[in-house]
């Protein structure tokens, strides 16, 4: 049996393809193999100390995105900005062992999604093995919603 564990931390920064063997039965054989794929999570090797979750950023919400990292001393180049929508299956669970990553801010993302499981509430920092963490609302959500605004930023004065 293969340490998947293993494969993965060896090659946690190079893209692994997945290539399917075709079997064919000959004559002598009275069935075909039967091939099961397993999706492995994709670990994510941040390159920032601060990770941004959400599905997808939309032209519309980028200067919302922009306004609310301005406020932080922070731009679009200083995190690292995790778009579920365009990748599959992340992992983000080993970003505790590599005491890189200080803060994430999900945007209606459960962690859970990224193999991180411990709860969040709304607009509430909460802090795993060192990484501080705050959940909110879509950015669409936020875009006209000041009481939901003003709780980000108060949230967000005390993480940074």
Do not use: C, R
């Not at 994709?42 to 990770?51: A, D, L, M």
Request: aromatic fraction near 8%; hydrophobic fraction near 40%.
């Amino acid at each position: 049996m293969m340490n998947t564990i293993a494969f993965q931390h060896l090659f946690s920064e190079e893209n692994i393809y997945l290539i399917k063997d075709e079997f064919k039965a000959s004559s002598s054989e009275t069935s075909t193999p039967k091939v099961t794929e397993v999706m492995t999570p994709n670990f994510y090797q941040p390159k920032t100390k601060v990770i941004i979750l959400l599905n997808t950023l939309q032209p519309a919400h980028t200067e919302l995105l922009t306004k609310i990292l301005t406020a932080v001393q922070l731009n679009l180049e200083s995190v690292d900005l995790i778009e579920l929508d365009k990748m599959d299956n992340i992992d983000l669970s080993q970003v505790f062992s590599q005491k890189s990553v200080k803060q994430v801010i999900s945007f209606g993302i459960d962690l859970a999604k990224v193999q991180i499981n411990f709860p969040l509430n709304n607009y509430q920092i909460s802090e795993n093995q060192g990484i501080k963490f705050i959940m909110s609302d879509t950015l669409s959500d936020l875009e006209n919603d000041i009481p939901k605004k003003k709780a980000l930023w108060t949230a967000l004065k005390a993480m940074f």
